[in-house]
Structure formats: C-alpha cells, structure tokens
C-alpha cells in the first residue's frame, strides 16, 4: 500500500493528467523485454512429471523417460522458448531424475536444496557484482515447486515430508496428487484431507494462493480449499462427441484432462499459469530470497549494527571485512611457513643421519677390505716362503741328483763310449 | 486540445494464432494474463515520482510544475510566506504530495531549487544540487546493502530534472551550459525554454536550432540520450523528438479563460490569449505528453539501471580498492560454480 510519508498532503487534480498510463508504460516495457518463469518439478521416477509440462504448456519438449536405476538424485534443467500474441516466456522447466529410487534415500533432498540455493548464489553474486547488469539478467531462480505424491490412497510418504520440509522456506511449494485415475473419488477426498492434515501437523509451509486482492480473492479463496490438486496428463488427443479432447482411454471408459469432474487440471493451469504467475515470480524475490541473502550475508559476518546500535557504513564494513580477511591469510601463510620450515629440518636431520650411516658403513667395509687384503698378503707371504723353501729344495734336489747322475753319468758315458767302440 | 501522442495502451490479451520460436503450441495455454496480473500489482503498489526544476527566478518554474500536474504542487503553493526573499545560497526544497487518477496513486516530489543563478557570483552553483541527487543515490544504496532489507525501498531519487533556459533569443549563458555539462551524466536533463510567449515563430525556431547545435557542440547528453536507445524503434522515435522538438519552448499557466466556448488554461494579454495546450501557441502539450504519458516509465528506468547504478559502481570501487568488474565480495564468498544446474548424465 503506498505510505503517506510526512508532509505529503493527497491534492485533487483540476483535469485529466495522462498518468494514468503508467502501468501501461511499465507493463509494455517488461513485455519487450520478455518474462521468465522456471517450474521444478519434483517426484518419484514414473509419476507423470513430463507429461503433466507437456500437458500444461500445450507442446511437446524433448526428452526420454528415465531409468529407475540412477545411482543419486539428479536434476535436468531445459529451457523453451514460448510465445503468445505479444507475449514472449522464457520457460525452465527442471526435473528430478532418479527421486525415489535408492535403497538408501537419505540424502535425496539434498541435491535439490543445493540446486535451489545455487540459483539464489547466482543472483546474488550478480547483485553485488560492482559492475553489475541486474535488468538484462537471465532470473533463474526457482518460482514454484510442484511436489508430485504418489496416488497411493493412503497417507504421504515419509520421503515426501522430509523433503517437502526441507523445500518449503526456499521454495513456493504447491502439492499434486499424480496419476490421479488410479483413485476413486471418494477415495480422493479421503486422501486429500489426509494430506493437509500431514502437512499441517507437521509444520510444511505450502504456497497459498493470496487473498488480498479483491479481484482474485474469492477465486483464489476456493482454490486453496482444493489442495492438493489431483491431476492426469495426457498429450494424447481422442474423439469425444464432436471434438477432439485430451484424454487417456481406458477399456471402462475414457478419462478427459480438461473435464472438471474427472480431476483439477483445469484449477491448476488456471492458479499457475493464469492467475498467480506474477506473484509467484513476486513471493520468491522477495520472500525466499531475501531469506537466503539474509542469512548468507549474517554467515560472512555482516552486520546492520554494531553492539553500540550505531549503524555501520558501507564503506567501514566492507573495510573491516577485507583487513580481517587478509589477516587472516597473513596468519595462514605464516602458518604455512612455520610448517615447511620444521618439515625441512626434520628432513635435514633424517638425511643427516642417513648420511651418517653411510660413512658408517663405509668405514666398516674399508676396515673388512684392509682385513682381507691384509689376510691375503699374508697368505700370499707364506706361500711365497713355501714356494722359495720348495725352489731352494728342488735345487738342492736337483743339485744332489746332477753330481750323483754326474758321477754315474760319467760312468754311462764310458759304457757307452766302449759299447761304441 | 489537440494531443499528439495517443495514449498507448497494450493490445487485448485475444488468443491470436499462435506463433512459436522453439515449441509448437497446439492451444492456447494463458501466458499472456501475466501482462493483466502484472498490471494489478503494479497499481496496487503505486507510483513514486520525483521531479526537480531548476533555473533562475521569475522564469516560471513553479507555475509550470502547477500546470503540467494539474494542481497546485510547487514550493510556492505550500508555503505561507507568498513573498519570499531570494536566497543567498541555492537552496534545495523537496515537497510531497500523493494525486491520484483513473486508480493508479502516485507519490510526486517537487524539488525546487531557489536562489540558483541568482547571486551576482554564481561559481559551483550547481554544487549543492550535485550534492543533493548523489544524497538520494546514497540513501537508496544505503537500503539496498541492509541484510534485512524493506520490500519495498522509498525512492527519493531524482528520475528528472528539467532545466530551465532563458528565452533571450541569442544562445545559452555559460551558466547554463556548465549547468548541464556536471549534471547531465548524473540524472535527466530536459532543458526547456521558458516563457516562450515573447518570441515570435521564427525567433522560436532559430533559437531552438542554436540552442540544440550548442549543446551538441559542447558534449552534453540530454534526455533521451543517444546511447540508452534499446531498439530501432525507440531510436527512431527518439531521434525524432532530440533533433526537431527538443528543447521545448513552453508557456505556464494555473489560470482558465473563456476561448471558442471552452475553458481553456491560458495567459491573457491586451493582443489576445496564449492557449497553453495549444500546439500551434507553444509546445506545452509535447512536454506534458512526453514527460507523463510516454517516457515517465522510462525515465525511471535510466535513473535506476543507468545513473544509480554508475554511481554505486564508483562508490564501491572507491571503496576497496578491488579491480572492477570482480565482485565486491569475491574476495570473501566462495567462487561460483561455472554451471549453475548439475545436468543429468
């Protein structure tokens, strides 16, 4: 509502001013610049998440079915190009892929909490940028989630409300009961009722279609009685009466999409699409993202006011900030230093010893060399002496056996001599 | 009454045959009821308009203002004291007021300048005027930095100043041109002959030609600037008004008189009566459709993504020093990942 501030007095106008053409002006300039509106789609493998889009957008966006043996959580985000008369719609549609299917589901919210707040650090990165482009900024933060629950009959799943609680303070979050040609009508408004009582009692925020505006208030009033919607895709068109409808065709009877009675797509594409789009896009900027700028900036240690309750300026915070911050590498990096420093002797000592140890062995060896070699030599020594006794006795042999043989080798000599005479 | 520019108003939301860039659509979905959604809110939440006149005395700022809103919103309108002394400095006086048409509200300040140009040393007169729009700039970056931020921050800023010259008929004084040289990269100027009732046609014209080629010759951008030009469209329509009907020779009055068996707003001499919202007497109505019914929105929009932002950039950069262009908190946050969206195998 627009406040009056002081001294700001309500003047009538003496004639007709123009600018009542404002809006007009403002609504122009956002329709050539274009809207974007991304949907996250999240659900258990097999309950209908592509067909609903399909459904809803009145195309059909590529893409397989997926398996159910996907090891984690994965999202798969694609982005369509829309245009109506003179309107142009940037669509993300974002699915969970392998939800549900672990034996060990734990942590499946968590790759879906980390997308959300990936998106938000996006934007808010570009918001503090310096130089900074917010208005030709491709928004692509989350604007709704729409939770499919399995058409069990019974009661949520505790995977449902885990995650869901985890979802709802970062997300507008609308519920839908899947498949809902598996339920009987009666059936379904046991389910329903079950549902919001879960929800309730467990303290799930889901989004409510708002109620201030006159225009929209009564419709959005019954609407809200309405959740979850229970709805059925189909991008199969068949012959019913004289037109042609979307419907799935069964051997009892033929289920059609857009029929009221037979279930809420028609109040879902309505709240979603033609009536709540804008606030969507609004309750994200300034409800769940403020709430995460919010607490990110208290993280890093931002303040509005110091303990004195004196507000701090831009430039001081910023100030402080950046002279901790490189304190804190200053204290680091001497850390870091002491560290290698120490390494490095300790090293010097281990290679000093090693060092040691060497010479050590060295000597050892040199001493076991001059050990042998002088066991050698004396070996060499001895047998040297044993060699020259056993030369001098040779020639002391040889000398007895060369006067001996002289003697008689004279005697042969003369034998010989007279044998030749 | 004659009124140039129609008023725009966007094409009925009829489910024309659907076109398509990338998907077939095969009906109609609804995406075109957020330009109706879009427009509810925005009326709900209203307008803030604010308006700075600035010129020597006695050329008729206030009964301008008075005229081309319809109202009596201008300094002297408010004030008790009818008579006041001039100023011995420049003064800067902002009024508010809430008015209100075919349900869109509309919060308009008037800040008025008394006391410029009318010392006999007029040196960095134009000073506290600076200081007055980068007050406003501060203001508002001081609320958007707050961890607990308002949802919706009060704009003081100033969206447009209109300038007024004096219809001497010569050229523009070296006040005016220094004027507009310092304030024209740090908010709107639309400059505007004043009193433009004591020229005739011809002398109107030739004094609009000089004025326009001294401007261009001394490098001052005024509103429309050439460079914030989106499309082919908006160029062409711009260039339209910056080359034949800028600066518009305008006539002020808060009077109504008797013409043709209408009542008409106007001024009346012995020689007849000045018809402000004629446009073959003064070229009142153009400024008045070009302001409000066409380029308000726009101009909003230059002083916020355009100016503000120029001056946050500076005034972070003077800051910490850090290069531009890097985050301001890039040396504390972590950096971002480079895909913003795992994708499945």
Redesign the interface.
Known sequence: ?????E??????????????????????????QG?CFNILCVGETGLGKSTLMDT??????EGEP?THT?PGV????NT??????????KLTI?ST??FGDQINKEDSYK?IVE?ID??F??YL?EE?????V??TYHD?RIHVCLYFIAPTGHSLKSLDLVTMKKLDSKVNIIPIIAKADAISKSELTKFKIKITSELVSNGVQIYQFPTD?E?VAEINGTMNAHLPFAVIGSTEELKIGNKMMRARQYPWGTVQVENEAHCDFVKL??ML???????LR?QTH?RHY?LY??CK??E?G???TDPDSKPFS??ET??A??NE?LGELQKKEEEMRQMFVQRVKEKEAELKEAEKELHEKFDRLKKLHQDEKKKLEDKKKSLDDEVNAFKQRKTAAELLQSQGSQAGGSQTLKRDKEKKK | MSELVPEPRPKPAVPMKPMSINSNLLGYIGIDTIIEQMRKKTMKTGFDFNIMVVGQSGLGKSTLVNTLFKSQVSRKASSWNREEKIPKTVEIKAIGHVIEEGGVKMKLTVIDTPGFGDQINNENCWEPIEKYINEQYEKFLKEEVNIARKKRIPDTRVHCCLYFISPTGHSLRPLDLEFMKHLSKVVNIIPVIAKADTMTLEEKSEFKQRVRKELEVNGIEFYPQKEFDEDLEDKTENDKIRQESMPFAVVGSDKEYQVNGKRVLGRKTPWGIIEVENLNHCEFALLRDFVIRTHLQDLKEVTHNIHYETYRAKRLNDNGGLPPGEGLLGTVLPPVPATPCPTAE
């Open positions: 509502m627009l406040r009056r501030g001294g700001c007095r309500t003047v009538p106008l003496a004639g007709h001013v123009g600018f009542d053409s404002l809006p007009d002006q403002l609504v122009n300039k956002s329709v050539s809207f809803l957008f009145n195309t059909k966006f997926a996907q994965q999202l798969r985000s369509y190009d829309l245009q109506e008369s003179n309107v142009g719609l974002v892929v392998g790759p997308f990936a998106q650090e996006a990165q503090l940028k310096i130089r900074r917010l208005h692509s505006d225009s594409r309505e699409i033609r009536v709540n789009m804008e606030d609004e300034t403020e700028r919010r900036l208290e890093m931002f303040k509005d831009l430039q910023y100030e900030k950046r911050f």
